[in-house]
Structures are given as C-alpha cells and as structure tokens.
C-alpha cells in the first residue's frame, strides 16, 4: 500500500515538472481548445473503447474525467499510450486542446 502511494505521488511530481518543462504541454494549455472540434475528435479516436456517450466499453468511462484527473494528466494519458490496450495518439497541440475542452465538458 505504502508504495503504491509513493508511486502515485512519484508520477504526480514527475507530470507536474513536465507541465512546466514540455512545451508540448504548455501549449496543449495555452491554446483555447474548441469543445465542437474536441467532439469530433473524439468521435474519430476515443469513441470506439470509449462509448459514443464516454460512458465506458473496453476503455473506462470519461464522464466527470475533470474531476478525476487534471489537465496535465489528462494529457498525459492520451499521448503516452502507457496504458494498455489505449493506443498512444499524437494529436497537435490544437487538437489536444480541443480534445480536452470537450472532455471537460462530459
């Protein structure tokens, strides 16, 4: 138990330094992400494991993600592709900022 809160507070430390180092990340936050296009993308990318809905299939459910992960982490989670069977994804900047303002929105 003891490690696994130390991991998880090891990964929190390392994606807050990353947030702060990665321009990637700052401007994945700098960007005014569009919630339509973030739909879109998701429909495209996310909806198959996801839920049309993002109500959870073979990935978990998306809904109140917000409340669950942080920006950063959010991030995180769609490019690194560090937990199977999600695919790593490389959307643009723009994209991911869009992607984000619609997962906040669920």
């Given at each position: 138990?003891?490690?696994?809160?130390?991991?998880?507070?090891?990964?929190?430390?390392?994606?807050?330094f990353?947030?702060?180092?990665?321009?990637?990340i700052?401007?994945?936050?700098?960007?005014p992400?569009?919630?339509?296009?973030?739909?879109?993308?998701?429909?495209?990318?996310?909806?198959?494991?996801?839920?049309?809905?993002?109500t959870?299939n073979v990935?978990?459910?998306?809904?109140n993600?917000?409340?669950?992960?942080?920006?950063?982490?959010?991030?995180?989670?769609?490019?690194?592709g560090?937990?199977p069977?999600?695919?790593?994804?490389?959307?643009?900047?723009?994209?991911?900022?869009?992607?984000?303002?619609?997962?906040?929105?669920?």
């Amino acid at each position: 138990m003891l490690l696994a809160i130390s991991l998880t507070v090891l990964l929190g430390i390392g994606l807050y330094f990353s947030h702060h180092i990665d321009p990637y990340i700052r401007a994945v936050i700098a960007a005014p992400g569009d919630p339509s296009q973030g739909h879109e993308i998701f429909e495209i990318n996310c909806a198959g494991c996801h839920g049309v809905y993002a109500t959870g299939n073979v990935g978990p459910s998306l809904e109140n993600i917000s409340n669950r992960k942080s920006d950063v982490m959010i991030i995180h989670q769609v490019i690194s592709g560090e937990t199977p069977p999600m695919p790593k994804f490389q959307p643009t900047a723009q994209e991911m900022a869009d992607l984000l303002n619609y997962l906040k929105r669920l």
